[in-house]
């Protein structure tokens, strides 16, 4: 099973709701990560889990709270979001062997609408 | 720190043509890995191909090939015998070698159509 899984795949929120995403691989990945995507432009990373601690957080505002339950899940809580954050949230997940990058399998995203 | 370029933000051919998308990045380090992947519309995210640095074959993968040289820092993806299904952003990436978590750089990405 090579599939990273994301739900929902379209979520509208107002900026005073609170709302999570989700993130599953069954692949025995232990790194997985979130992205941010606007239209036309590359994914820009969030942040990073490694072996379930938080190894990455790039300078993410705190409306963007990770969290990573186990090994196979990963969730975005959103809270207080404002408009500008509506993008396509995707998910990845990867290996983790030392000095060996191994490729990121990603997810479908999540599309994100602010009002 | 690394930066990726790709100079063709669009892109269209015809059907069965061979396509090069070109690829430019910067670095101060020796050993790293270049990627392409290609983003179909409304589709998830897919890993086209993989090069690391250290190797001087260019890496293949069906109808998909790249160029990569190293001195110039170039990493261009050939695709040959191009199908409708080709359509999609194409994104170049870096990441450099060391240990556990590296950060894939991305490139702008370029918008290649197919036409039947």
């Known amino acids: 099973d090579t599939e990273v899984t994301q739900t929902p795949k379209h979520l509208v929120m107002g900026m005073t709701n609170k709302k999570s995403l989700k993130c599953e691989q069954h692949?025995?990945?232990?790194?997985m990560y979130w992205y941010k995507q606007k239209a036309k432009k590359p994914p820009e990373l969030m942040f990073v889990?490694?072996?379930?601690?938080?190894?990455i957080n790039e300078s993410v505002p705190s409306r963007f709270s990770p969290e990573c339950p186990n090994s196979s899940l990963l969730n975005l809580h959103l809270h207080a979001l404002q408009p500008e954050d509506s993008a396509l949230y995707l998910c990845?997940?990867?290996?983790?062997?030392?000095?060996?990058?191994?490729?990121?399998?990603f997810g479908p995203g999540t599309r994100l609408t602010v009002t | 720190a690394q930066t990726v370029t790709q100079s063709q933000p669009e892109m269209s051919v015809q059907e069965a043509e061979t396509v090069t998308l070109s690829c430019t990045y910067d670095?101060?380090?020796?050993?790293?890995?270049l990627f392409w992947y290609k983003q179909p519309p409304s589709r998830q995210m897919i890993l086209v191909i993989r090069?690391?640095?250290?190797?001087?074959q260019n890496a293949t993968e069906n109808r998909f090939s790249v160029n990569f040289q190293k001195a110039a820092k170039s990493f261009s993806l050939k695709i040959s015998d191009s199908q409708l299904g080709d359509t999609a952003m194409y994104f170049c990436?870096?990441?450099?070698?060391?240990?556990?978590?590296?950060?894939?750089?991305f490139g702008q990405g370029t918008r290649l159509t197919i036409n039947p």
């Open positions: 692949m025995g990945h232990r790194a």
């Open positions: 889990y490694s072996y379930e601690k938080l190894s």
């Open positions: 990845a997940s990867s290996q983790v062997l030392a000095d060996k990058p191994y490729e990121q399998y």
């Open positions: 990436a870096f990441m450099r070698e060391g240990r556990w978590i590296q950060k894939l750089v």
């Open positions: 670095t101060s380090e020796n050993n790293y890995y």
């Open positions: 090069q690391e640095a250290y190797k001087q």
